[in-house]
C-alpha cells in the first residue's frame, strides 16, 4: 500500500472500516484492477473505508468513476465482504500449516505437491538478482463459480500483466493462481482451485499473448511466458484435494529480449465498439507499460498526480540498455556456478540412479563397468 508523501508500502488493515483513503485507492489499483484514473478519483473525493462500505455504483458514476472500473470497485468491496462473512462463521478454515518451498522455477516434471494450508516461504516482490524469480499470489478462488470465460479472461489478464512487468524489468518470475494474500489469508497461504479442464489454461494464454502484445513482440513474448504449470494440492491427511496452483514462469532471457522494450494494449480493449476511431488509433491511445515495483505491477503510462506525465516512463526507457546488460552478467554468472557444480551431480547420479541413496544392484553394475574399463586399457590387457 501507499503512504501520500512518500510513496513508500504500508499494511493494508484486515477490516475495510479501518482503510483511510489511500488505502481505499492502492486497494483499488491492486485488487479492485482498476486503472490510476479511476483510483485517483477515490483519492480526491476522500472515499476511505467506511465510506467504501456504503458506495453504490450510481454514487461512483456521478464523480466521474467510468461503467467498468465502478462494476469492479464493487464487485470486489462485496467479494471481500462475503470472504470476511465466510470465515467468521467457519473459522478454521484460515488457519495455515507449516512453511514451504515453492515449485522448482521453470521446471515442470518434479515431483512436487503442496498440502493445503501450507505457507510458501517467499514473499510477493519485486527484481532482485535477475535470476532469482520474483512471485505475485492470486487467491482466484472467487472464481470458482465464474462464467469459464470470465475465469480465463481473469487467469489471462493477470498474466500479460506480470509478465509484461517481468519482461521490462529483466527478472524471471512465478504467478501462483490458488494462493492466498493478505487481508483475507496468511501471505503464501496454499487454498488450491478447481481445474475441470486444463487445456483449457494451456490454449488461453497464447491467444492473450496474441490479442495484447505489440505484433512484433507476440513471439518474443510466447518464448518469455512459459505454459502453466498446474501442482497438486494435498489435504493435511495427504489425501488429494482435486485442486491445483495454477503457476506461470516468466523467463526474459537477454538472447531473447535484447534492448526491446514491451508495451501491452489495455486490457478491456478487446471489449471496446466505439466506432468513432479506427483500432490502432484506439490501441495506440491504451498501450499500457509495467513494470516490476516491489510487490506489484505498475503501469508507468498511468495518470498519476506525484509527477510529470510519462517522466519516469522515459527514464525507465532510457535504461533499458542497461537492464539489458544486467540481465545478461546475472545469466552468465548463473552459468559459471552451473557449470562447475555439473560433473560432480552427474556422478552422483551415476551411483545412485538418481534416488538420494545407493541402489546396490545400480552400485555393483556400476563397479563391473568401472573393472571393465580398467581392464580393457591397462597396459598388457587387450581383448
Known amino acids: 500500500m501507499e503512504n501520500e508523501e512518500e510513496g513508500k508500502p504500508t499494511d493494508l488493515p484486515d477490516e475495510i472500516k479501518d482503510w483511510n483513503k489511500h488505502h481505499v485507492k ?23 473505508g467506511p465510506s467504501l462500505l456504503l458506495l453504490e455504483k450510481s454514487d461512483l458514476l456521478e464523480v466521474g468513476v467510468t461503467l467498468g472500473p465502478a462494476k469492479l470497485i464493487i464487485h470486489k ?3 471481500h465482504l462475503k470472504f470476511k462473512k465466510e470465515q467468521l462463521s467457519s473459522p478454521t478454515t484460515n488457519q495455515s500449516g507449516r512453511p514451504c518451498k515453492p515449485y522448482p ?107 495484447h502484445f505489440e505484433y ?27 485442486k491445483y496452483v495454477i503457476e506461470v514462469d516468466i523467463v526474459p532471457d537477454f538472447v531473447i529480449c535484447q534492448e526491446n522494450f514491451y508495451h501491452v494494449f489495455r486490457l478491456d ?36 498526480t506525484f509527477a510529470k506525465p510519462n517522466e519516469e516512463y522515459n527514464r525507465f526507457i532510457d535504461d533499458v540498455p542497461q537492464l539489458s546488460l544486467l540481465r545478461k552478467q546475472a545469466e552468465e554468472n548463473r552459468l559459471s556456478v552451473v557449470k562447475s557444480s555439473v560433473q560432480g551431480s552427474r556422478l552422483s547420479e551415476m551411483i545412485t540412479g538418481g534416488s538420494q541413496s545407493l541402489d546396490k544392484s545400480h552400485f555393483e553394475r556400476i563397479g563391473i563397468h568401472l573393472l571393465s574399463f ?3 586399457w591397462s597396459p598388457g590387457h587387450y581383448f
Open 77 to 79: 468491496r462485496d467479494e
Open 26 to 48: 492502492q486497494w483499488a489499483l491492486n485488487k479492485a484492477c482498476v486503472d490510476g484514473e479511476s483510483a485517483n478519483i477515490l483519492l480526491q473525493q476522500n472515499i476511505n
Open 216 to 242: 512484433r513482440h507476440i513471439q518474443t513474448a510466447k518464448m518469455c511466458i512459459k505454459p502453466p504449470r498446474f501442482v497438486e494440492v494435498l489435504n493435511p491427511d495427504m489425501t488429494s484435494s482435486e
Open 374 to 376: 580398467h581392464l580393457v
Open 269 to 304: 480493449t478487446r471489449k471496446s465498439k466505439r466506432k468513432s476511431k479506427s483500432k490502432e488509433t484506439e490501441k495506440e491511445e491504451k498501450k499500457l507499460f509495467f513494470i516490476r515495483d516491489h510487490s506489484s505491477s505498475r503501469d508507468l503510462l498511468a495518470l498519476t
Open 105 to 211: 522455477f521453470h521446471r515442470h516434471h518434479d515431483a512436487c505437491r503442496y498440502k493445503a494450508n501450507s505457507v510458501l516461504d517467499v514473499t510477493e516482490s519485486g527484481a532482485s538478482d535477475y535470476i532469482e524469480p520474483c512471485h505475485e499470489y492470486k487467491g482466484y478462488i472467487h472464481m470458482s463459480e465464474a462464467a469459464v470465460e470470465s475465469k480465463m479472461e481473469k487467469f489471462t489478464d493477470e498474466v500479460i500483466r506480470f509478465a509484461a512487468a517481468c519482461m521490462n524489468s529483466r527478472t524471471n518470475g512465478t504467478i501462483h493462481f490458488g494462493v492466498g494474500d493478505k487481508p483475507d489469508f496468511v501471505h503464501g497461504q496454499v487454498l488450491g482451485v478447481s481445474v475441470l479442464d486444463k487445456e483449457a489454461y494451456v490454449n488461453a494464454l497464447p491467444q492473450a499473448i496474441e490479442g
